[in-house]
């Protein structure tokens, strides 16, 4: 087990700190916290510039991946591709 | 970008150029999550090429009972299956998953576990909210740098916009470990792209 999970058991009912916060980040985002923990997380966002500006970049990062434009296949990948496509389509 | 609704009923009525805006969105994505299951980027280009093939052959069949892009990646996970069995270097996904360090390096925090000093900022372009310019051309970089479970799954997740339950199907995850590879995965990204941001005291 990790050092800061081993540190999370313990302290479960005290506020949240910052090294906490950062593993949380995702379950968080996906809706996945139980409840309470949910409540522990938004209590130290309100309080912590630190944590409240990590989580705005996580979002800003996840929302620039979404937007990330992928490089095209290579020309002759694309050109057997069609070749293909237009034999399948013409039989 | 066009719908994929209005993609498909081009593709069915046989417009080429429809395809090549298929092949164009997703292909690097194919690319990018077929290496999470063979171990040569050549291994990996032939299971792409075959993925394409079974599509295009698949296309009159598809009854958009999923999505277009979740039914190209499940051709693309099996293909991949199929030739990592195949083949006897092929690594199979799961044993893949070596990771298990923090999200942000121990050394940010105190001894009480808050930021020793305010975090860097990822700097953000002032017009959308999406991060600067300079950052967001490395983002894919980062992206290759990861292991390749975390890289098939932030490709999935964020890259491509798959739900997480059908991300854990392709890819036979648990909830649990795709959250957890998905975590690390941003957290990989972020501190790849820090070197980049100035630091300011």
């Not at chain 2, 293909?79 to 121990?106: I, N, Q, Y």
Request: net charge negative.
């Amino acid at each position: 087990m990790r050092r800061w999970q081993i540190w999370r058991r313990k302290h479960a009912h005290d506020p949240l700190v910052c090294q906490e916060f950062v593993e949380l980040v995702t379950d968080y985002l996906e809706g996945a916290l139980p409840e309470e923990e949910r409540v522990r997380f938004e209590a130290h966002l309100a309080e912590c510039d630190g944590c409240s500006g990590y989580l705005e970049d996580m979002r800003r990062l996840i929302g620039s991946l979404h937007e990330a434009p992928e490089p095209p296949p290579d020309p002759a990948t694309r050109e057997a591709l069609l070749r293909a496509f237009r034999e399948l389509r013409d039989t | 970008m066009e719908s994929e609704r209005a993609l498909l009923e081009r593709l069915r009525s046989g417009d080429e150029h429809a395809f090549e805006a298929l092949v164009t969105r997703h292909d690097a994505a194919l690319r990018r999550v077929a290496r999470g299951f063979v171990r040569t980027d050549a291994a990996a280009d032939d299971v792409v090429q075959e993925t394409w093939l079974g599509v295009v052959k698949g296309l009159p069949a598809f009854e958009g009972r999923s999505s277009l892009r979740t039914w190209i990646f499940r051709i693309l996970v099996n293909t991949a299956r199929t030739r990592a069995t195949r083949d006897a270097r092929s690594l199979p996904f799961s044993s893949l998953e070596s990771d298990t360090g923090p999200a942000v390096e121990p050394a940010a925090f105190g001894s009480d576990g808050r930021w020793s000093s305010a975090p860097p900022r990822l700097e953000a372009d002032p017009e959308t909210d999406l991060l600067s310019r300079e950052l967001r051309e490395h983002l894919l970089g980062a992206v290759e740098q990861l292991t390749p479970a975390q890289r098939a799954v932030i490709t999935l997740r964020d890259l491509v916009g798959l739900p997480a339950v059908e991300v854990c199907e392709l890819l036979d995850l648990t909830d649990a470990n795709q959250r957890v590879l998905l975590h690390r995965a941003r957290a990989r990204v972020r501190a790849a792209l820090l070197p980049l941001v100035e630091v300011s005291e």
